[in-house]
């Protein structure tokens, strides 16, 4: 059973420039979760999907972010128009179907770097 | 709003020690506790995971307890070597904030040969 991929591992934007990045769950998960690290910080929440819904993107940027995760494919978290703050490192994680009040473990994935020049 | 902290932020110890990495937050109602370790430039690994009803969880040369009542955590290390150099990272799953994890910003250790 493959964990969580993301690709690219590394990608190169100029500014202006669109980014994609994209996940892959592991198999059977229907929860993804997107997380960014800046430079030096911790790791910061941005959205929360399952299939074909956005569930909770309170740590979105209001502009230029987005992300889906259509019913075949994989999750995509795009950045329009890049700027060099967006340089970070984004990590991916999913995680089974939570039922009630059960709380199963999020795994993640190796990350993609993102450089803005 | 939970905040989590990671004290110290950066460790340094010679091979063998045994070392205690500490972690806490401010809203004690959290689902669980989970503790990561992250090389430099990859992906995290999770390490153990604390349900709130538990009081703490082991795996080999690691062991984790949680005090949910007074927001705190450790992270203990037996007999530490040089290739758990890396930084751990703890995160909490708040219950009124749906499934995300909240980060503490990480203590980065070095263990020297």
């Known amino acids: 059973n493959a964990g969580v991929m993301q690709n690219p591992r590394h990608l190169v934007r100029r500014r202006g420039q669109e980014a994609r990045l994209r996940c892959s769950p592991m198999k059977g998960h229907s929860h993804v979760y997107w997380y960014r690290q800046l430079p030096e910080e911790g790791l910061k929440f941005m959205v929360y999907?399952?299939?074909?819904?956005?569930?909770?993107e309170s740590g979105m940027p209001k502009e230029r972010f987005s992300a889906e995760f259509p019913k075949e494919g994989p999750s995509i978290l795009r950045i329009q128009q890049v700027v060099r703050g967006d340089s970070a490192a984004y990590f991916c994680?999913?995680?089974?179907?939570?039922?009630?009040?059960?709380?199963?473990?999020?795994?993640f994935g190796p990350g993609t770097r993102l450089t803005v020049l | 709003k939970q905040e989590v902290t990671q004290i110290p932020a950066a460790l340094s110890v010679p091979e063998g020690e045994n070392l205690v990495l500490n972690c806490s937050f401010t809203?004690?109602?959290?689902?669980?506790l989970q503790w990561f370790r992250q090389d430099p430039g990859k992906g995290l690994t999770s390490l153990l995971l604390?349900?709130?009803?538990?009081r703490e969880q082991t795996s080999g040369r690691l062991n984790a307890s949680l005090d949910k009542s007074s927001g705190r955590s450790t992270l203990y290390i037996a007999a530490s070597q040089p290739g758990d150099s890396a930084t751990y990272l703890c995160?909490?799953?708040?219950?009124?904030?749906?499934?995300?994890?909240?980060f503490g910003g990480g203590t980065r250790l070095m263990v020297k040969p």
């Open positions: 999907l399952q299939k074909e819904n956005i569930i909770d």
């Open positions: 809203d004690s109602a959290i689902y669980n």
């Open positions: 994680a999913s995680s089974l179907y939570d039922r009630g009040l059960r709380s199963d473990t999020q795994y």
């Open positions: 995160a909490v799953r708040p219950r009124n904030a749906g499934n995300m994890l909240t």
């Open positions: 604390i349900q709130s009803s538990q």
